[in-house]
């Protein structure tokens, strides 16, 4: 079972709280926005407001006077700043205020969400700790758990890795346990499924959980290669629960499977060459490509129904030109780009080809 509602009051709350916490707790002695770059390095994802640029090379430091000297940028903890609004730091200069709080903050919204998740679905017979026939649980359902599992995971390694950072770990800490908590959340639902009759532990969700907080820090990694491209979620009230044509009536949006899409974007200008970048308009630069998947015919019979496949926009809401001088707005972008915005899609599926505004 996938755990959407989870991502997304994990999100919220943690949204408010880092914004409460800039306005009334920024340290006052160092601002990143003034930290400059000065490496070709792209895998840091560096924010493109960054445009000084110094050749150390071509200076003649013997010649420089002492004021000169004091003039030239000042680089603490060889910091670099990040296109979601914190920085990669190679050595921890951790805030434990900050650190604590977010704990706590992800501990009581882990237990809020998981009372939730106990007064809606774990409310069935329980039994001994089982496990699912791998072949049958994943056939189940066009494999749109599984993708919500892999997207889940993801989202939550992120979001956690940019909390890590914020509080002052460094960058390559804050990837590792990053991940380490996004996959442990999910394996708390893993472990919860497992004493309930109706479900069970599923070895194909722990994959796909794994496979997700994976990806995280392999992008993270190698972000030349994989920071173009980014996991994304939409969804609409499907007609098979309007129509009430599900065997087992929905609790939630996490239980209609055929409203959900599940996406993989593309950004191209991630990929172009410096020369390129230099004149491309920076109000292109978000624009991508989104390829999705969604299923039907899946709400009476889980094991039945077909696949429908996507192409269409997208954007990369951290390229957009906007909201770049202050860094909670920054996160508060790259946090809601996990959503697909409703843009011309064209849908292919055995009813054949349809064109159009899709979410």
Known sequence: ????????????????????SCVFGQDSNLDSSTIINYSTVSRFHLSNEIT????????????KSKNDIASQPTFINSERPLIDGTSWKEYPDINYFRLSSMIGIIGVTNTVAY???????YTEETTVFHSLEFINDWNKY???DKFGHFTDAYFTSDLTGKIYRWSGMSGNTSVWVGALTGWAWMLEIELSDAFMSEWGFSWGDMLANTAGSAFYVLQQFNYDALGGIHPKFSWHKSEAWKENRYHKDPQALIE???????WLTINPHHYFPDSWKK??????????????????DIAYYPWGGYKEYFIGLDIDL????IWNDWNLFKFMKSEINFLRLPLPTIRFSPNGTWFGFYF
């Not at 009372?115 to 679905?121: D, I, T």
């Not at 951290?318 to 030109?321: D, F, G, S, T, Y």
């Open 52 to 63: 000084y640029h110094y050749n150390y090379s071509s200076l003649n430091r013997f010649k």
């Open 1 to 20: 079972m996938i755990d959407i509602m989870n991502l997304v009051i994990n999100k919220v709350s943690v949204l408010l709280f880092i914004t409460l």
């Open 142 to 144: 066009q494999q749109m």
């Open 318 to 321: 951290r390229k957009l030109p």
């Open 115 to 121: 009372m939730y998740q106990r007064n809606v679905w």
């Open 279 to 296: 004149n491309y308009s920076e109000w292109l630069a978000p624009l991508g490509l989104a390829f999705g998947v969604s299923a039907k």
């Open 256 to 262: 209609d499977y055929e409203g959900m899409t599940f």
